[in-house]
Nanobody, 122 residues
Framework: QVQLVESGGGLVQPGGSLRLSCAAS????????MNWYRQAPGKQRELVAG???????NAADSVKGRFTISRDNAKNTVYLQMNSLKPEDTAVYYC????????????????WGRGTQVTVSS
């Protein structure tokens, strides 16, 4: 059974930091790209940052320079370090594990966590 369990969310003041974690089980972690998405009230879910099985990363323009994604393959865990948080970062953050049929290929497996709430407010 595949499980993605997020942790680390909470309430933080503007300018503060949080580190989200996502522990994966039931998958061959090194075969998966890992992504963080977020969804704010009334908005569509959006990709925040991703890290390939090779370690290559990408991030949304809105978080570049503030958020860093990393993975620990020994712990089957992906992290999202969030610095200089802004009220507009308030959202539920979801962990996603995705395996494709080669670079740019079709999606073979796609799993989601239940999300963790991040609220940035004074």
């Amino acid at each position: 059974q595949v499980q993605l369990v997020e942790s680390g969310g909470g309430l933080v003041q503007p300018g503060g930091s949080l580190r989200l974690s996502c522990a994966a089980s039931g998958i061959v972690f090194t075969s998966y790209a890992m992504n963080w998405y977020r969804q704010a009230p009334g908005k569509q879910r959006e990709l925040v940052a991703g890290i390939a099985s090779s370690g290559g990363t990408n991030a949304a323009d809105s978080v570049k320079g503030r958020f860093t994604i990393s993975r620990d393959n020994a712990k089957n865990t992906v992290y999202l370090q969030m610095n200089s948080l802004k009220p507009e970062d308030t959202a539920v953050y979801y962990c996603n594990a995705q395996r494709k049929r080669g670079p740019g290929g079709s999606v073979l497996n796609d799993y989601w966590g239940r999300g963790t709430q991040v609220t940035v407010s004074s």
